[in-house]
DNA sequence: AGAAATTTGTCCGTATGTATC
DNA sequence: AGATACATACGGACAAATTTC
């Protein structure tokens, strides 16, 4: 059965659970993790669904699967996760003279800016700052 | 039968087709595709593997997927993918209080600025700046 | 070197839940 | 309320890469 899920769905549920192994240090980092099928046993999940959490945790960079291999905590994870979460931020900006310019807008409209923070080892090596034309969403 | 894939997955090949579709023009911006249940006569692949070509494009940004509704093509695209003949200029800029504090250096002090500037047909799409910090000679 | 076992990758078909029209 | 469409989940099958014996 497909189970009652919604709210929080088995595999969100199951990325969550090996999250915390790893950032909790119960898997050490560039340890081997089980392999999927002894996953569906342990988590009761199907392989599909095992693997629809592994893609989360490899988005997200914390793990690195290799095809015959296996799947490894990620071995340099310095950031924290919620290092991860800060990384971008998306707000509403006002555009300064050149942006306004650009966009042929007037100065101080709001514009839309995207943030992405890139880090290695917790240093900050780069800010990059994408702006947009807000969107404008029509109703019906 | 799950095909002889591998050398070009069955769902990287969906993607590229679509991709096509869109970035043609022959799926407008803003445009509703098909449903996945129609993909799936239409491209002869289970709903699963349709999903998959799906999930590419959307994490490529090219489409938007809303529940119940249906998935279309981003309505605002192409500043990212194609589209060569960005303008881009570089330059030293102060640092303002946020990137002072992500760079842990003072407000003000001198960052490295790249500006890339996405035009279509004239209209600016997308502005896109970077800051890092400048390379200085510095012993080891 | 080679065969077998292990592990991930891809694909299918089906069923059910939830959101939207 | 019904139809449509996307989301989640299962189980089975075979392909390809890696490791082990």
């Given at each position: 059965?497909?189970?009652?899920h919604?709210?929080?769905?088995?595999?969100r549920?199951?990325?969550n659970?090996?999250?915390?192994?790893?950032?909790s240090?119960?898997l050490?980092q560039g340890?081997l993790?089980?392999?999927?099928?002894?996953?569906?046993?342990?988590l009761r999940?199907?392989?599909?669904?095992i693997?629809q959490?592994?893609?989360i945790?490899?988005?997200e960079?914390l793990i690195i699967?290799?095809?015959g291999r296996?799947?490894?905590?990620n071995?340099n994870?310095?950031?924290r996760?919620?290092?991860?979460?800060?990384?971008t931020?998306?707000r509403?900006v006002?555009?300064?003279?050149?942006l306004?310019?650009l966009?042929?807008i007037?100065v101080?409209?709001?514009l839309?800016?995207?943030?992405?923070?890139?880090?290695?080892?917790g240093?900050t090596?780069?800010?990059v700052r994408s702006?947009?034309?807000?969107l404008?969403?029509?109703?019906t």
């Open positions: 059965m497909p189970d009652s919604y709210g929080q769905p088995r595999y549920a199951i990325a659970d090996l999250r915390r192994r790893i950032l240090g119960a050490p340890a993790l089980p392999a999927e099928s002894s996953l569906t046993v342990e999940a199907s392989r599909g669904t693997r959490a592994l893609a945790l490899r988005e960079g699967t290799e095809h296996g799947t490894y905590t071995p994870i310095s950031g996760d919620q290092l991860a979460k800060l990384e931020r998306r509403l006002p555009a300064d003279q050149e306004a310019s966009f042929a007037e101080g409209a709001a839309v800016e995207q943030q992405r923070i890139m880090r290695t080892g240093v090596e780069e800010v702006y947009q034309l807000p404008v969403a029509d109703d």
